[in-house]
């Protein structure tokens, strides 16, 4: 198939750019590079320097005529959407749209779009969430997600596309940015091999579903297949708490630093989990990493960029 990877070239993108590749699919990239890095983009992928919300874009999908979209290219950051909702919804809803008008035309017949498990339930009131759980997002960066997988219902609906929104837990793994608000795995990992101390936020009691990116990756390459259109958890069914985060973190680096807190960040859900059951039934996929083992490769990937 011919696909394109939007937001191919950050950490989530190049990997699944990879596997599709090894696969023996025709893979092109988009980004703009303002998170992704050049560096991550594999040799055999055509790369293509580009926002999403480009009307350009328009030309590129005209002349390509991709059959599946795989759409990663976002702002991805809670707290920056919070901060400017307007930027977030530019990106996140409007860029979306503008691949999916544009690709309609010229011979797409699926989007697998990376959506935030962690983000479109809101404050969870089961646990683990299954796909069924109320969507109510608190953020509007969980809005904006929700938000599009609702406009490729309205495109399945109305214009027959398929499509899967793969709502992620939160992904870790080799590659992730630590910079930034998002990703504490990447961060307390760089700020520790940088000798500086990780800060905890508030009790640190806050628990997420932490899914290695290996483990997302297999899910992507599932879901080129021929599936029903709809929702997919991609997570662990296990909450960690950001103490666990940490004390793994500081463990497999030498417990370099002793645990310290900080202020508690306004506004920050408290509780996130995912149920995997109908991804399983669907697509086959469970996860297969482990948490102890996933931050060990994380950490061993760090190690030798910081060497």
Request: charged share 20%.
């Amino acid at each position: 198939m011919k696909i394109l990877i939007t937001g191919g070239a950050g950490f989530i993108g190049s990997q699944i750019a990879e596997s599709y590749l090894q696969a023996g699919h025709e893979v092109h990239i988009m980004d703009n590079l303002a998170t992704g890095k050049r560096e991550n983009i594999p040799a055999s992928a055509r790369f293509i320097e580009m926002d999403i919300t480009d009307p350009a874009v328009a030309s590129v999908l005209a002349e390509e005529r991709y059959e599946v979209i795989s759409h990663h290219a976002a702002q991805i950051d809670v707290r920056k959407s919070v901060a400017d909702p307007m930027f977030d919804a530019r990106v996140n809803i409007l860029g979306g749209i503008n691949l999916v008008e544009n690709g309609l035309k010229h011979g797409l017949k699926k989007v697998i779009f990376a959506s935030s498990g962690g983000t479109v339930y809101g404050e969870q009131h089961t646990f683990p969430a299954t796909e069924q759980h109320s969507c109510k997002p608190i953020s509007p960066y969980g809005i904006a997600k929700l938000s599009f997988e609702q406009y490729l219902y309205y495109y399945h609906t109305c214009f027959s596309l398929d499509y899967a929104a793969l709502r992620y837990a939160n992904v870790y793994g080799p590659r992730q940015n630590p910079h930034g608000e998002a990703g504490v795995v990447a961060i307390f990992i760089s700020k520790i091999l940088a000798g500086a101390q990780a800060m905890i936020n508030g009790d640190g009691l806050q628990t997420r579903d932490y899914v290695f990116v290996e483990d997302l990756v297999r899910a992507n390459v599932l879901a080129l297949g021929n599936i029903p259109t709809g929702a997919y958890n991609i997570g662990t069914a296990i909450e960690t708490n950001v103490v666990e985060v940490f004390d793994a973190v500081n463990a497999a680096l030498g417990n370099r630093f002793e645990r310290k807190h900080a202020e508690a960040k306004t506004g920050e859900q408290k509780r996130s989990v995912l149920d995997y059951g109908h991804t399983k039934s669907i697509l086959g996929w469970q996860p297969e990493i482990d948490f102890e083992a996933g931050i060990a490769k994380t950490v061993a990937w760090f190690q030798a960029k910081h060497s």
